[in-house]
């Protein structure tokens, strides 16, 4: 299987910790590839040209982060990371889609701040920092609920706080947060994570 993937984004980041963690290592190459790049929707086999993407030995390819985490998941021969029937397993979801809502919204600020100024929606930045800010609040509540659980859904709070760090520092979810900082910085010392960081 081939990995296509970038270095700097949240989203492939959760897939490559999760194929760390599940000992995948020899079964997925990674391929860094632009999403931005001419015939790049073709190249990665995503008609949406968005990265990750995997492509399986029969040469078809699966999307977006869930499908892959779920896919390797289920296809490694380690424990679980996202149950594959009852509560939890509901639980695990709703986290991971909570991570991943933290990081559109951060993703849509960067891009965003790049357009020019006067073509900046306060309304929409101002949206967006706050849904960012009540995930970063419910993420700290269920991270203090239990600080020992490891799963799929707390892979994503960690790749969404570390986007956080990487792209847009000045939002300080560290300052309110000093028991998510202590849990984060604890998760961040995986192999799994230290691997993956972004390159500054």
Known sequence: MKLYYSATSPYARKVRVLIIEQGLQDAVS???????A???AT???????????LELKDGS????????CEYLDHEAAGEALLPKDGDRRWAVLT????????LDAALSLVMESRRPETERSAFWQDRWTAA?????????????????V?????ITYACALGYLDFRLPDLDWRGPHPNLVTWYDEISGRESFVLTTPPE
């Open 150 to 154: 490891f799963d799929l859904g707390r």
């Open 30 to 36: 990674l391929e860094r590839a632009d999403p931005m």
């Open 43 to 53: 190249r990665i086999g995503n008609p949406l040209s968005k990265i990750p993407a």
């Open 61 to 68: 390819h699966l999307f977006d982060s869930p499908v892959i």
């Open 95 to 102: 986290a991971q889609a909570l991570g991943d809502g933290i």
């Open 38 to 40: 001419e015939n790049a």
């Open 132 to 148: 960012i800010h009540r995930g970063v609040d419910e993420i700290a509540e269920d991270v203090a609920a239990d600080r020992k």
